[in-house]
Structures are given as C-alpha cells and as structure tokens.
T-cell receptor, first 115, second 109 residues
Framework: ETGVTQTPRHLVMGMTNKKSLKCEQH?????MYWYKQSAKKPLELMFV???????ENNSVPSRFSPECPNSSHLFLHLHTLQPEDSALYLC??????????????FGPGTRLTVL | GQNIDQPTEMTATEGAIVQINCTYQ??????LFWYQQHAGEAPTFLSY??LDGLEEKGRFSSFLSRSKGYSYLLLKELQMKDSASYLC??????????WGAGTKLIIKP
C-alpha cells in the first residue's frame, strides 16, 4: 500500500449505530487530519494530530470521536449521528504541522450516509 | 472572518486555456495551495505559491499577488482528463489551511 488509505470507502448507517472510519498513511508523516467535505462547501477541518497528540478540535460535536494510536493510524469513531452528518470524510497527512510549506496528502475518503 | 472565494463552475473547450481565480481574506498569510480533485477521488497537490509572481509546472501555472489577496491557476492545452474540481487553500498565521469551496471545471470536446 502506498500513500494514504481509508476504509471503508462507503458507509451507510442509522442514527443509532456506532461505526468507525479508519485511515492509514504509509508516508512516514507525523501529522494526520480529519476533514469533512460537503457538496459545494469548503473542506472543514475537524481534528489534527501531530506526533499522536491532538492539536486541533474545531468545535466538532462529541458524536465524532477521534483516536490516534500511532503516527500512521487515525480513526474516527461515530455514534448517534444526524442526517446532516452525511458527507465525504477525508483523511490527510503531512510531514508535521506548522511551517509554511506543508503539503497535505489525502486519502480517497469515506462517503458516509446517515439515514 | 476568513474567506476564500472562487467560482463554483467553469466550462472550457479541449485544447484551450482556462484561468481559475481565487481571492482570499485571511488572518495572516503563509502560502497558497492549489489542489485538483477528480470526482470520487482524493485531492492531489498541484502548486504552492508564497511569493508574488508566476510558478510554472508543465501545462499548469499558478500566480500570486499578496497585496491584492489574489491568485489564479492557469491550465493550458486542456485535456478531457482535466475535468475536475480545483481547490484553492490559504495557510493563515496559525499555519492552518483555509479552503475555498472549489471550482468544478467541465471540459467539452
């Protein structure tokens, strides 16, 4: 595997379900990100981890819970979601946070539908 | 607040040239990125500008004017595979990326 991978690619869940999204990066990076992408809206940064420590939480509802066990893996645990949470969830990684040239490498995303 | 503006959609003809504009108002500036995103795929990095002027990379060029809060992405010799969304993002004073909503580019034969 190369780059950034995400599983599952598609997920349909009810509002009472609990599910997890997984992201893995094979680039030796130290920073990982979760973004939400809704149609015709800018990418919304949700969480940032740098060297396994959470450095950003952009006022994300508690029904989204991130977990970063090591620099290569990132999870997003989902529970009691709302239909408006339906979106494409993108994971990204970069060498580390901070610094002006900080190219982020993205995974293909998980298309989430909440019924 | 911080804001990135770019057109929602543009249409161009195969073989032609198209310019996608991006204007920004952010708290500080530490560089501007352009990404390409094909439908159902990951965004991929195209270019980075931190100083004023033009950066050329093959068929793609990106321009920056910091005093005007303005950038454009220029695509030459358009190919059908260039049909995609183009995302403009600015790194602010906290080194956080602020994203535009993206410009969907449709290429017609």
């Amino acid at each position: 595997e190369t780059g950034v991978t995400q599983t599952p690619r598609h997920l349909v869940m009810g509002m009472t379900n609990k599910k997890s999204l997984k992201c893995e990066q094979h680039l030796g990076h130290n920073a990982m990100y979760w973004y939400k992408q809704s149609a015709k809206k800018p990418l919304e940064l949700m969480f940032v981890y740098n060297f396994k420590e959470q450095t950003e939480n952009n006022s994300v509802p508690s029904r989204f819970s991130p977990e970063c066990p090591n620099s290569s893996h990132l999870f997003l645990h989902l529970h009691t979601l709302q239909p408006e949470d339906s979106a494409l969830y993108l994971c990204a990684s970069s060498q580390e946070t901070g610094g002006s040239y900080n190219e982020q490498f993205f995974g293909p995303g998980t298309r989430l539908t909440v019924l | 607040g911080q804001n990135i503006d770019q057109p929602t959609e543009m249409t161009a003809t195969e073989g032609a040239i198209v310019q996608i504009n991006c204007t920004y108002q952010t708290s500080g500036f530490n560089g501007l990125f352009w990404y390409q995103q094909h439908a159902g795929e990951a965004p991929t990095f195209l270019s980075y500008n931190v100083l004023d002027g033009l950066e050329e990379k093959g068929r793609f060029s990106s321009f920056l004017s910091r005093s005007k809060g303005y950038s454009y992405l220029l695509l030459k010799e358009l190919q059908m595979k260039d049909s995609a969304s183009y995302l403009c993002a600015v790194m602010d004073s906290n080194y956080q990326l602020i994203w535009g909503a993206g410009t969907k580019l449709i290429i017609k034969p």
